[in-house]
């Protein structure tokens, strides 16, 4: 069942691809495996995916010790700053760094270990109270500012667009996260790469997709719902 959803969605992916005229390896299909136990991704490892989503810090390192260690392990949600140091040497890549406080304690942490360690800058595009993240127009200062740390490594944006019915309500989201990352990488800035663009979830990733987006983050489209009562 996994297999098949998981076999269904990279074929959405590529239909978005298609349609938007983009190259099909432009876009990482990360599978978000939070709260789903370890059986359920080696059913996915089966298709040959290595790109896993996790929100939690204990979930990841739980995961971490058991899986093969050739898995590239995205840490999609809001971090700690007491929690760092558990995982800067096994994620591939950070996708919610919302402060310079926060990126100064992976400085700190990956100086240590003596890793290099990539990050994505979040963005609270639509401003919304409930959401962490940047809003649109502190994210230019912010990213100048820890492109000075020497172990942290800005490779682009992420955004987590509102819930909405309609997927195409989503689209305007898209499209301003892709014009800041435009303007960035514009000011050709030391130490920042904005190639990345992490956007889309089950309910609007062909949307994303067609709207510049580099990763997608699709969990209950692979795994099924979740069941946070467990
Ligand atoms: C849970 C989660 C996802 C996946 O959500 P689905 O709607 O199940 O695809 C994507 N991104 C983040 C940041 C998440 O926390």
């Given at each position: 069942m996994i297999r098949e959803n998981y076999r269904e969605v990279d074929l959405k992916v590529k239909e978005a691809c298609e349609k938007a005229s983009r190259?099909?390896?432009?876009?990482t299909l990360i599978a978000?495996?939070?709260?789903?136990p370890v059986s359920d991704i080696e059913e996915v490892l089966l298709?040959?995916?290595?790109d896993f989503g996790e929100n939690k810090v204990q979930e990841i390192t739980q995961k971490y010790e058991v899986l093969p260690k050739n898995i590239r392990w995205h840490m999609i949600g809001h971090l700690q700053k007491n929690k760092v140091k558990y995982i800067v040497d096994k994620?591939?890549?950070?996708?919610?760094v919302d402060s310079v406080e926060l990126a100064k304690e992976i400085e700190k942490e990956a100086a240590k270990k003596n890793v290099h360690v990539n990050i994505l800058l979040e963005v609270n595009v639509a401003r919304e109270e409930s959401k962490f993240g940047l809003y649109v127009d502190e994210v230019e200062a912010t990213a100048r500012t820890i492109?000075?740390?020497?172990?942290v490594h800005i490779q682009g944006l992420m955004t987590i667009a509102p819930f909405v019915d309609n997927p195409e309500d989503n689209r305007g989201i898209f499209q301003k996260l892709k014009q800041l990352c435009v303007d960035i990488k514009h000011k050709n800035i030391d130490n920042i790469n904005m190639c990345e663009l992490s956007m889309g979830m089950t309910g609007d990733y062909q949307v994303a997709i067609e709207e510049g987006a580099t990763m997608v983050r699709v969990g209950t489209g692979i795994f099924g719902e979740r069941n946070y009562n467990r």
């Open positions: 190259h099909r390896e432009e876009v978000v495996s939070k709260t789903k298709e040959d995916v290595l994620v591939f890549l950070i996708h919610s492109a000075l740390l020497p172990h």
